[in-house]
């Protein structure tokens, strides 16, 4: 009998889990970006916080800090916006565990882990175009406020800024 998604626990992940993770990644590239082993163990090695479902198979989510040499329109937008953060680059769950509460757990750990280590804001981006409406829900429902939006990638892609204030 296999675990449920919601009974699997959260663990780091680590760069022998990224070919684990970059199909995960790489089916959903129209939300995220497409990757490949080389990038996304550097992000990995960027990454604040890295934690996943099944060695990021089923899910994962990476974030930065504030000061990672990152190149990315969207962290470049929040640098010259924001003092200190959290970025939350890409947050991914495979189709056949979504709705079991494991994106909702990754964002409480991440939550508690920023908290802790000093930092009173999580942000991120969400797509409006193409349009991405189930995740601008899902953070309003995390207690995400809007506070920007841009047009990137030479006019392909707009997206609005989110933070979360940790009090």
Known sequence: MSQSPKARAI???RLPDVPFMLPLN???????????????????????????V???ATALLIALEHTAG?????????????????????????RVARGAGLARALYW????????????????EVNIDPPNPASEAFHAAMGFVRVGQA?????????????????
């Open 70 to 94: 990152y190149i990315n329109p969207n962290f470049n937008w929040f640098k010259t916006h924001r003092e200190s953060f959290i970025y939350l680059d890409r947050v991914i769950i495979s």
């Open 54 to 56: 099944d060695r990021g």
């Open 151 to 167: 047009t990137i990638h030479n006019r392909t892609k707009s997206v609005l800024y989110f933070e979360k204030p940790l009090r």
């Open 109 to 124: 750990d991440l939550f508690a882990e920023a908290k802790q280590a000093g930092y009173d804001r999580v942000v991120c």
């Open 26 to 52: 790489n089916a959903h590239a129209a939300e995220t970006s497409l990757l490949n082993e080389a990038s996304l163990a550097e992000l990995l090695s960027l990454a604040f916080y890295a934690r996943g």
């Open 11 to 13: 663990q780091d992940l």
